[in-house]
Nanobody, 122 residues
Framework: VQLVESGGGLVQAGGSLRLSCAVS????????MGWFRQAPGKEREFVAA????????SYAEPVKGRFTISRDNANNRVSLQMNSLKPEDTAVYYC????????????????WGKGTLVTVSS
């Protein structure tokens, strides 16, 4: 399975970006999907996850109410709509896939994309 992220870039604080993840080499509906991020000098952290059918959605506390994860299994894509962006959201954002219907934090992810950089200026 290959995951390719797109949609990153430079945005001012308060702005919005939409990240997209294209899934190939497998059927997206076989996987729970997630977004993670890694800020400079920090460890990678969980952002959001979505179950195989579009339910079972979870978010990290810092992004709740601002980010929305969604998926389009027909087109093998997962998206992350990011609104009201803050400078602390600056990071490389990674798309990840976990075989199975649901995401469980203790299990980890099976496949990772190479990431897309999001920079939020103040």
């Amino acid at each position: 399975v290959q995951l390719v992220e797109s949609g990153g870039g430079l945005v001012q604080a308060g702005g919005s970006l939409r990240l997209s993840c294209a899934v190939s080499g497998g059927t997206a509906s076989n996987y729970a999907m997630g977004w993670f991020r890694q800020a400079p000098g920090k460890e990678r952290e969980f952002v959001a996850a979505i179950g195989w059918s579009g339910g079972s959605i979870s978010y990290a506390e810092p992004v709740k109410g601002r980010f929305t994860i969604s998926r389009d299994n027909a087109n093998n894509r997962v998206s992350l709509q990011m609104n009201s962006l803050k400078p602390e959201d600056t990071a490389v954002y990674y798309c990840a896939a976990k075989w199975g219907r649901y995401y469980y934090p203790q299990d980890g992810m099976d496949y990772w994309g190479k990431g897309t950089l999001v920079t939020v200026s103040s």
